[in-house]
Each structure stands twice: as C-alpha cells, then as structure tokens.
C-alpha cells in the first residue's frame, strides 16, 4: 500500500492537527461574517467526525461516543448558519439584482439578514461556551500517543484498519451509486454524503501511509465531488427557505417568492448524468490503495 521507505504518522498527531483546525475555524467564525468561516468550522468537524468514526477501534471504548454526539450537535449548528449565508449569498443577491423593486422579495431578504444576525450571534456565544469547551478538551486528549490503545502503535494493525475501513466506504458507495440516472435529491444527497465519508478515510490514510494510487484516486474522486456541489446548494437553499416560510402567511406574495426561488435553484442544478456516470466510472476504475 504505502510507498517505499515511508513511516506511519501515529494517528494521534493526526487528530491533533484536526483539533487544531477547529481552533483555527472557531477563531474565523469569532472575526468575520461571512459564509467562508462557517463553511471552514463546517468541515473542520466533519474531518473530527471522520477521524474518529475511522480509528474507533483504537480509542478508549467510552471516548467517541460522547465526542462524536457533541461534534454532530455543533456541526448542525454551524451548517444552518452556513446555509442561511448561501441562501442570501448565491441566490437572493442575484435576485435582488435582477428584481431590485420586487416588495415581497426585498422582505424576505430583510427576513434572512435577520436570521443570519441571529444565528451568528448564537453560534459565537456556543463556541465561547462550556459545552463547547469540553468538547474541545475531549477533543485534545487525543493528541497524547499514551491516550491510545496500545495497537495504535502497530503499523501493521493501522494499516489493517485503514484498508478496511477504505473497503467498508467504497461497498458503501458503490451501493448508493448503482442507479445514478434515477437518483432523486434525497438519493443523490445518500450518494454525495457517502462519497465524502469515502474521501475523508482516504485522506486520513494518505496521510498516515503516503501513496501514489490513494493521491491519484482522492484527485478524481475530488472532481466527481465538485460535479455534485450544485445539487447540495441547491438542497440546502430548499432547506432553509422552507425554515423560513412556517413564519409567512399562507398565500403572501412573500411566500410565494421564496416557492419560486426553490424552484428556480432546483431546475439551475442541471445534472449532466452522463458526465456524472463518467466521472463515478474513472473514479471507481483507479485502485483505492
């Protein structure tokens, strides 16, 4: 698997440079408002997510239940912050632009600033606050190499777990792929969420045991990700403008506004399915490891 003469990183400082990396967001979300540092915390949890789902078996039994709940809790509550500056970002700027003396729309802007404000505001007091902390401190007690089992010493035992896991994530893929012109969102949303747990393991992998056919494999699987960005915009963009409608009135022309934008952003997504089919089949065809 590995290339010759390459030494594993032990997985604890691995995770510690995970940590680091929400440190580094958390500060980002502190300074600036903007979709940039939600969407940098965002992905910072979700490498802590993957990280801890993949070396399992190498943590005390009773650490990554616990961590894994609080991640999954603060990333929910990044992600709503990060939608909302989507949606008034990518979708309600342009309209505005293109309907400037639209009432109804320039309402339901107003609307998504506020909510925006509003969760900014609940986000920074979260990231400032005990719970937050603790699970910051969790997070840190696995950047001690004493903190893991003893078989996270074992380049062989690592190694193992990597191509398992590697394995598990590829069958799981290959599974919400079979059919790729017939995805309907919420399929095609089962299919990408599957693809990024694959990429996270083979990025961990990559860099605990450097290799020429994991690079080349994360290099296409980049480009089939990148091909499904549109459609998870366009899920969340539905997501949050539905969030938004159980506070308008039945009927109102703002309402009505926030109908069409949803289904304007869906009929934009535009999947070429032949080109995605293209992409799956070449990223599929290379050797994991």
Not at 247 to 259: K, L, N, V, W
Request: aromatic content about 4%; charged content about 35%.
């Amino acid at each position: 698997m590995t290339d010759a003469h390459h030494s594993a990183n032990h997985p604890a400082l691995i995770m510690a440079e995970v940590m680091d990396e929400i440190d580094a967001a958390r500060a980002f979300v502190a300074r600036d408002d903007s979709f940039d540092s939600a969407q940098a915390l965002r992905v910072a949890l979700r490498r802590l997510r993957s990280g801890l789902t993949l070396f399992r078996p190498m943590l005390p039994p009773d650490h990554n239940k616990a961590l894994l709940d609080e991640a999954r809790w603060l990333a929910v509550e990044v992600t709503r912050l990060r939608d909302f500056y989507l949606l008034w970002q990518d979708t309600l700027t342009p309209a505005r632009v293109a309907l400037p003396e639209n009432d109804a729309l320039r309402a339901l802007e107003e609307r998504v600033l506020a909510r925006i404000k509003s969760e900014r505001t609940q986000l920074r007091a979260l990231l400032d606050g005990e719970r937050v902390r603790d699970l910051m401190a969790r997070g840190r007690e696995m950047s001690d190499p004493d903190f893991w089992r003893p078989a996270a010493q074992s380049r062989e035992k690592l190694e193992s777990l990597c191509i398992e896991t590697l394995e598990l994530r590829l069958n799981q893929a290959l599974k919400h792929g079979e059919t790729l012109k017939r995805l309907d969102s919420q399929a095609r949303d089962s299919f990408r969420k599957s693809l990024r747990k694959l990429r996270a393991t083979a990025e961990f992998t990559q860099s605990m045991f450097a290799s020429k056919k994991t690079k080349a494999f994360l290099k296409q699987l980049k480009k089939l990700l990148d091909s499904m960005v549109a459609a998870r915009d366009a899920s969340a963009v539905r997501d949050r403008l539905e969030d938004l409608m159980h506070d308008m009135e039945e009927g109102s022309a703002e309402r009505h506004i926030a109908q069409e934008l949803i289904k304007a952003k869906e009929a934009a997504v535009g999947l070429d399915h032949k080109r995605l089919q293209k992409l799956w089949r070449a990223t599929v065809g290379l050797p994991l490891h």
